[in-house]
């Protein structure tokens, strides 16, 4: 068993061996593509657990490409996002998940009349579900909501400002550079 070859082992078993190779050398840099391809969700959380140990905790900078974003919001403190060989942005991971003007409002039922009591009051507002998703622009805004809820006599779940997604960068247009990647400018630093 001791000496049982690479290729008998698991998937996840080979993805452990391959990053034990990697870090047995001490390296400055660490580039790690899809590190959790073929991992149980078990895994998975191991995997991820040992690379964002591996950033902090020795100092080794880690390079991870993914196209897995929850994985990439667990580890990473700084994110260049690529699409298509064109940069998306580069900036530290919290800038990507700040928080818009949408406010989520989910109620138990009545959400078609609630947009509409909203609309009524001049504001932008949209059905999603079991969501009301509102522009807000000022907090009298908020005012609003709470009279609107309480007139209609609905129950309330959830009141929460919405934050931008990685996945959401994606579906937009890109920001920052038209330039492809590769060329002769710094496209962003990321300390260990």
Known sequence: ERYRPIGGYSTGMKQR???????????????L????????????????ALVR????EFGIAVVVASHLLGEIERVCDFLVAIDAG????????GEFSERTGVLAIEVEEGQAALTAA??????QAVADGRTVLLD?????????????IADLDLSLVRLEQRRQRLEDLFRDEP???????????PVGTTAP
């Not at 805004?141 to 009279?147: A, E, G, K, P, T």
Request: aromatic share 2%; charged share 25%.
């Open 17 to 31: 061996v391959k990053l034990a190779q990697a870090l047995v050398h001490d390296p400055k840099l660490l580039l």
């Open 33 to 48: 593509d899809e590190p959790t391809n073929g991992l149980d969700p078990a895994g998975r959380d191991e995997m991820l």
């Open 53 to 56: 140990r591996t950033g902090t």
């Open 86 to 93: 064109r940069l998306l942005r580069a900036a530290p991971l």
């Open 118 to 123: 909203l609309i009524s009051h001049g504001l």
């Open 136 to 148: 807000v622009v000022e907090a009298s805004q908020y005012d609003l909501v709470r009279d609107a």
């Open 175 to 185: 920001v920052g550079t038209d330039e492809p990647v590769g060329t002769d400018e």
